[in-house]
């Protein structure tokens, strides 16, 4: 079982970034693949970014590719997505999630656990 609280999110202008974290319990962690996925109202969640078990394998979303970043600190249980050049239609709840079979996919029902979302706000 594992436990992920994510954290960072908030409201930021057109241009700017924001650094989210995601915390996770368990010893299994640094076997997973991560990923962070985002839903935006009346849309439905849509993959972001994700990252294998060693972070040496990453994938992201044409939308984001080139301003958004993942990464992860096995050591810490910690995975990360810093977001750059913020636009409106990156406004949404964010959520991270774990894979335990290790993958590095974009479909959301392949993802074992998740947390509850931190609110991504960009105002023009």
């Known amino acids: 079982q594992v436990q992920l609280v994510e954290s960072g999110g908030g409201l930021v202008q057109v241009g700017g970034s924001l650094r989210l974290s995601c915390a996770a319990s368990g010893r299994t962690f640094s076997s997973y693949a991560m990923g962070w996925f985002r839903q935006a109202p009346g849309k439905e969640r849509e993959f972001v970014a994700a990252?294998?078990?060693?972070?040496?394998?990453?994938a992201y979303a044409s939308s984001v590719k080139g301003r958004f970043a993942i990464s992860r600190d096995n050591a810490k249980n910690m995975v990360y997505l810093q977001t750059n050049s913020l636009k409106p239609e990156d406004t949404a709840v964010y959520y991270c999630?774990?894979?335990?079979?290790?993958?590095?996919?974009?479909?959301?029902?392949?993802?074992?656990?998740w947390g509850q979302g931190t609110q991504v706000t960009v105002s023009s």
């Open positions: 999630a774990a894979n335990r079979v290790g993958l590095v996919v974009p479909t959301p029902s392949r993802y074992d656990y």
């Open positions: 990252i294998s078990w060693s972070g040496s394998n990453t």
